[in-house]
């Protein structure tokens, strides 16, 4: 057992206790917590510019499409002038306007029933009063004092 005695470091020479905050940990901690807060301020700018250039981007789409859109409005309303409709008339179906207007009057007063086909007013199915809810039969269906 005196060989395992020597063996063992003396008791004098154990682990020294190091002190956790020295200098140099404290400024590499400071330097590491300064260069985070700049990143992350270098990555919200960046975000917010990012997000300015696509709203920048988006306003000036819109306003391309409202663009596109008052043009095409116009060109609806050139196609449906009456001058085109009467040009393309005479043009391409040979159409002339009349020569003279006459009006007939009818001495017969209007029918009451709708003036349409026979067929679309058998379509149409008769329309039923809604039933009653039924609760309402239930209250009835007991026996009152």
């Known amino acids: 057992m005196a060989t395992l005695?020597?063996?063992?470091?003396?008791?004098?020479a154990s682990l020294p206790v190091q002190n956790t905050w020295t200098?140099?940990?404290a400024l590499a901690i400071s330097i590491t917590i300064a260069v985070t807060i700049a990143l992350l301020q270098v990555?919200?700018?960046?975000?917010?510019?990012?997000?300015?250039?696509?709203l920048q981007k988006l306003e000036t789409q819109k306003t391309d499409l409202l663009a596109q859109q008052h043009q095409i409005e116009s060109?609806?309303?050139?196609l449906a002038s009456l001058d085109r409709t009467e040009r393309a008339a005479r043009d391409r179906l040979g159409m002339v306007?009349?020569?003279q207007i006459q009006y007939v009057t009818?001495?017969?007063q209007a029918p009451d029933e709708p003036l349409l086909p026979r067929p679309i007013l058998k379509s149409t199915a008769p329309t039923e009063e809604p039933s009653e809810p039924w609760w309402k039969s239930l209250?009835?269906?007991?026996?009152k004092p």
């Open 5 to 12: 005695d020597r063996l063992a470091p003396p008791p004098s």
């Open 23 to 25: 200098p140099r940990r």
């Open 43 to 54: 990555l919200q700018s960046s975000n917010f510019a990012n997000t300015g250039h696509q």
């Open 75 to 78: 060109e609806i309303a050139a």
């Open 97 to 99: 306007p009349a020569k």
């Open 106 to 108: 009818v001495n017969v």
């Open 139 to 143: 209250w009835k269906a007991l026996p």
